[in-house]
């Protein structure tokens, strides 16, 4: 540790401020019984319209808990990670908006807010969403809530108005009481025997399986499976290790020089917060119905304020380098190409090489950035001096990332079941 302790002496004590070691205090407690209720659900496709794609499927730990794709394709999908493609028999209408992120420690007290735009998170109130007060009753945390959203996107699991009862449930706006989607999909689980024993056990008491059981049991396992707090950089900051000398030069440019640590702080590496990083917008963004375009306007679509237009919230970086690919779209296959575009965003969106992970279909990927009035947009919203990373900074960077990587947690501490109790395909089991 002594050449390390020479780097910090050479900078100002204020800019090597480090996050203190996780603990278990910084994690919610989760019940086995519904841990292993939520494993079962999470990895079966009966939560989704057609039956066909469950949450592992967009969220698969061969992929970092992510799809391995810059733009998901849910629903008319076949096949796992970047080997997944359109069904010839019924195609998808369009590509997942924005990029799966990364399930990591979900279950620690700090994550108040999710999604890219934040459109759920925790108040002092509890939880607000910009969908209505109705949406989020009962559920028992935020992650429970969020969780359970995708089973009612046409495009991610629910599939399209004739395809099944859920899906016309939803275009219909059904989607709570007796009519609801949500209670089409609980019914369907009501009707398995296993289901309904593990759910006795888990909700002694209850007196309904009910959509906020199916979805409080996926979250406690997403909790549970996803915790990750035993990376290289977790033993260095408990004195129990040292991490090797290029990871240390790149941790003094994160915590020092780069500053990285002004967004990417705290023990996850996330702020939480909103920012414009400039990041390439393609694919169907998250234009509203009447809007021909491709743009995604952030956090500016759940607030309203000009200012958060173009602004994503900070992901964290635990296991960064197995959940590309990276940014609110994928934009970048590459991490070390992530790396430099970050630094320098205004001349990475004017040289951006549409470097992606894509499933082949017929739409319109490029509009947006095929328009240069609505680049320089994006480009206008950026703060702060494009910075030219070195070839050495990049390496040292790659570095300190790689020691955020949790070996350990990437195999998941329950892993993928080789069935499920609807008997249908589990993605990824073999």
Same mark, same amino acid.
Request: hydrophobic share 40%.
């Given at each position: 540790m002594f050449r390390f302790v020479l780097i910090l002496f050479a900078l100002p004590a204020s800019a090597m401020e480090f996050p203190a070691p996780v603990t278990d205090a910084d994690y919610r407690a989760? $019940?086995?019984?519904?841990?292993?209720?939520?494993?079962? +659900?999470?990895? %079966?496709?009966? +939560?989704?319209?057609?039956?066909?794609? =469950?949450?592992?499927?967009c969220h698969h730990p061969r992929f970092g808990t992510g799809d391995g794709l810059s733009l998901g394709m849910g629903e008319g999908g076949a096949g796992l990670g970047p080997e997944r493609v359109a069904d010839p028999a019924n195609p998808p209408e369009a590509r997942i908006p924005r990029n799966a992120p990364g399930l990591w420690n979900l279950g620690a007290h700090e994550f108040t807010v999710l999604f890219h735009d934040g459109r759920i998170e925790q108040t002092k109130d509890g939880l607000r969403t910009p969908m209505g007060p109705e949406m989020v009753q009962g559920f028992d945390t935020l992650l429970s809530a969020q969780s359970m959203f995708p089973v009612l996107s046409a495009d991610e699991m629910a599939g399209h108005y004739s395809e099944n009862e859920v899906s016309r @449930?939803?275009? #219909?706006?059904?989607?709570?009481? #007796? %009519?609801? *989607?949500?209670?089409?999909? =609980? *019914?369907?689980?009501?009707?398995?025997?296993? !289901?309904?024993t593990m759910w006795e056990a888990a909700f002694p008491g209850d007196d309904t399986l009910d959509f906020t059981d199916i979805s409080d049991a996926i979250a406690q396992f997403v909790e549970h499976e996803w915790r990750s707090d035993t990376a290289p950089f977790d033993?260095?900051?408990?004195?129990?290790? /040292? +991490?090797?000398?290029?990871?240390?030069?790149?941790? /003094?440019?994160? !915590?020092?020089?780069? %500053?990285?640590? =002004?967004?990417?702080?705290?023990?996850? #590496?996330? $702020?939480?917060?909103?920012?414009?990083?400039? #990041?390439?917008?393609?694919?169907?963004?998250? @234009? @509203?119905a009447f809007e021909t375009h491709a743009r995604d306007d952030g956090r500016f679509r759940v607030t309203g304020d000009d200012t958060d237009r173009y602004a994503f919230r900070t992901p964290s970086l635990r296991n960064v380098t197995e959940t590309g690919p990276w940014g609110h779209t994928g934009a970048y296959a590459n991490l070390r190409d992530f790396l430099t575009a970050h630094a320098a965003p205004r001349a990475a969106l004017r040289d951006y090489p549409r470097d992606v992970v894509l499933p082949e279909m017929e739409i319109k990927d490029w509009a947006l950035m095929d328009d240069p009035e609505q680049v320089t947009r994006i480009a206008a919203r950026v703060m702060g001096p494009d910075r030219v990373l070195t070839e050495a900074e990049v390496t040292a960077l790659m570095a300190f990332l790689e020691a955020l990587r949790d070996a350990d947690a990437l195999e998941g501490r329950d892993g993928v079941p080789e069935t499920v109790p609807s008997g249908l395909p589990v993605d990824g089991s073999d």
């Amino acid at each position: 540790m002594f050449r390390f302790v020479l780097i910090l002496f050479a900078l100002p004590a204020s800019a090597m401020e480090f996050p203190a070691p996780v603990t278990d205090a910084d994690y919610r407690a989760t $019940d086995p019984a519904k841990v292993a209720m939520g494993r079962l +659900l999470f990895w %079966d496709p009966i +939560l989704s319209g057609n039956r066909n794609i =469950s949450c592992g499927t967009c969220h698969h730990p061969r992929f970092g808990t992510g799809d391995g794709l810059s733009l998901g394709m849910g629903e008319g999908g076949a096949g796992l990670g970047p080997e997944r493609v359109a069904d010839p028999a019924n195609p998808p209408e369009a590509r997942i908006p924005r990029n799966a992120p990364g399930l990591w420690n979900l279950g620690a007290h700090e994550f108040t807010v999710l999604f890219h735009d934040g459109r759920i998170e925790q108040t002092k109130d509890g939880l607000r969403t910009p969908m209505g007060p109705e949406m989020v009753q009962g559920f028992d945390t935020l992650l429970s809530a969020q969780s359970m959203f995708p089973v009612l996107s046409a495009d991610e699991m629910a599939g399209h108005y004739s395809e099944n009862e859920v899906s016309r @449930a939803v275009r #219909q706006g059904f989607i709570t009481g #007796q %009519d609801g *989607a949500w209670e089409k999909l =609980s *019914a369907r689980v009501r009707a398995i025997p296993r !289901y309904v024993t593990m759910w006795e056990a888990a909700f002694p008491g209850d007196d309904t399986l009910d959509f906020t059981d199916i979805s409080d049991a996926i979250a406690q396992f997403v909790e549970h499976e996803w915790r990750s707090d035993t990376a290289p950089f977790d033993t260095w900051l408990r004195g129990e290790g /040292e +991490l090797p000398t290029r990871a240390l030069e790149g941790m /003094e440019l994160f !915590y020092g020089s780069l %500053d990285c640590a =002004s967004c990417h702080s705290g023990p996850f #590496q996330t $702020d939480h917060d909103f920012h414009a990083t400039g #990041q390439p917008q393609f694919g169907p963004g998250k @234009a @509203a119905a009447f809007e021909t375009h491709a743009r995604d306007d952030g956090r500016f679509r759940v607030t309203g304020d000009d200012t958060d237009r173009y602004a994503f919230r900070t992901p964290s970086l635990r296991n960064v380098t197995e959940t590309g690919p990276w940014g609110h779209t994928g934009a970048y296959a590459n991490l070390r190409d992530f790396l430099t575009a970050h630094a320098a965003p205004r001349a990475a969106l004017r040289d951006y090489p549409r470097d992606v992970v894509l499933p082949e279909m017929e739409i319109k990927d490029w509009a947006l950035m095929d328009d240069p009035e609505q680049v320089t947009r994006i480009a206008a919203r950026v703060m702060g001096p494009d910075r030219v990373l070195t070839e050495a900074e990049v390496t040292a960077l790659m570095a300190f990332l790689e020691a955020l990587r949790d070996a350990d947690a990437l195999e998941g501490r329950d892993g993928v079941p080789e069935t499920v109790p609807s008997g249908l395909p589990v993605d990824g089991s073999d």
